[in-house]
């Protein structure tokens, strides 16, 4: 599994850092090779020539060396890694990628790196548990960082608690079962699929708009769902205080307009997932300049124009529509009734109704109820448990490498 895989190890300052020659060790047995970057800090643990011994490679330490820059700019070091691994990953190194920094060269190849990474943190109890480094932590984790412990037991300052780097068996099983997710099937791939998410925002004039409270989380966590799958996904997202997840093309639009041209322009597509709460009406004509209350005590005239339906343009026949068109229909009254004449009226293939009065929870909050209707089998009802939405993303993916693959689940 890791023979002939490229590893970038960058070893940060941390008593934990002798753990990591023995990691080097192993993963070399293993056929990995690895390239390493040795902090300033790191270099205070363990030396230079032991960390390039164990990886048969020379070990890069400084940004500004020519030499490195010549033979190997910092570009090309963090691209030719499959993984970047940071371990031991010290507070301070953590804290520094989290805000973007790029002060050595550790943190200049973090950024500049588009390659999967993996952190395996070590530190003091007290700090690990520090308001600002759960915050750093959080802040990694949402931009797709993955981690390894820290583990817990006694620590190198005579201390107890979690901030032990994980035991060197642990840091490999890691590795090891990162590239086996990446490698395992991938039963979507080859499929282009198209995710509308979060509300459309209206204008009224330049500083007031119509929206509506949909967070986001539902349409994100299908497309994310749907590029673990294995799909080449385009997120096409309304305004949403969502991070853009990874390992996906993100276009941002605000208007519904906007958004029925992000979709036209992303076609071709095999999958549709049209989960934005996309507004029915705008203002007919928004001010250009901002509404001013005057002494008549007379309300703003607002007139309406109706939006595109994006959901009933990609159901359109036509040799432009997706293979599998699937709408969501919030309801708050008679769900089947109203979901069922929303598949129809639209033409999509299935329809995920969703209660979404005020007692559900389901606009904004974590979790979603879910009646799955399909065009081809109208009489099944197949209701699905209330699940977060994460489940609910990767219930549908689930349903939908079934159609594909030809299977009924
Ligand atoms: N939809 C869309 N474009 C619109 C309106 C809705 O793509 N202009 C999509 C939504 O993304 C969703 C589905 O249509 O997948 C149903 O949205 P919903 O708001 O429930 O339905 P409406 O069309 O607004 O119908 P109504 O307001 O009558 O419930």
């Known amino acids: 599994m890791l023979s002939g ?77 499959d993984l970047v691994l940071v371990a031991p990953a010290s507070a301070d190194l953590i804290a520094r990628m989290a805000s973007g920094m ?87 791939a080859g499929k282009r699929a198209i995710v509308t998410s979060g ?20 349409g994100h966590a299908i497309a994310v769902a749907l590029a673990a799958a294995g799909a080449e996904v385009t997120l096409i ?33 095999d999958i549709a997932v049209c989960a934005a709460a996309v507004a029915d009406w705008r203002v007919a004509s928004s001010a250009g300049q901002k509404l001013k209350k005057d002494e008549s005590g007379q309300m703003p005239d607002l007139r309406f124009a109706e939006n595109p339906d994006i959901l009933a343009a990609l159901g359109a026949p036509g040799p432009n529509r997706p293979a599998l068109v699937i709408g969501f229909a919030a309801e708050t009254e008679n769900l ?6 929303k598949l129809v009226r639209k033409g999509c293939d299935w329809i995920l109704a969703n209660d979404v009065t005020a007692e559900s929870g389901t606009f904004g909050g974590d979790h979603n109820q879910i009646h799955l209707i399909r065009q081809d089998r109208p009489q099944d009802d197949d209701v699905w448990p209330r699940q977060d939405k994460k489940a609910v993303a990767d219930h549908l993916v689930a349903q939908i490498i079934a159609h594909f693959a030809g299977t009924k689940p």
């Open 5 to 81: 895989k490229n590893l970038l190890l960058i070893i940060s300052g941390g008593i934990a850092a002798y753990k990591v020659l023995e990691v080097i060790r192993r993963l070399r047995d293993r056929g990995m090779m690895i390239r390493a970057v040795l902090t300033e800090g790191g270099a205070q643990f363990v030396t230079p020539l032991s960390v390039a011994a164990l990886t048969e490679n020379r070990v890069y330490q400084d940004l500004f060396s020519l030499t490195d820059e010549a033979e190997m700019g910092h570009i090309r070091l963090s691209r030719e890694a």
């Open 102 to 188: 790029a002060n050595d060269l550790a943190t200049t190849a973090l950024l500049a790196t588009n390659k999967p990474v993996l952190i395996a943190p070590a530190m003091n109890v007290e700090m690990w548990n520090h308001a600002a480094t759960r915050a750093n932590i959080a802040t990694l984790e949402s931009r797709g960082v993955m981690r390894i412990g820290p583990a817990s037991g006694d620590l190198a300052c005579g201390e107890f608690g979690s901030g032990r780097l994980s035991e060197p068996a642990d840091i490999i099983a890691a590795v090891t079962d990162f590239f086996t997710a990446r490698t395992a099937a991938k039963p979507l």
């Open 199 to 218: 509300p459309t925002h209206e204008p009224i004039d330049p500083v007031r708009y119509i929206a509506n409270r949909s967070s986001g989380k539902q």
């Open 237 to 269: 997202s309304g305004p949403v205080a969502l991070p853009d997840p990874s390992g996906m093309a993100v276009r941002h639009v605000e208007t519904a307009r906007e958004m029925m041209v992000a979709v036209q322009d992303s076609l071709p597509a």
């Open 336 to 341: 089947l009734a109203h979901a069922r004449a």
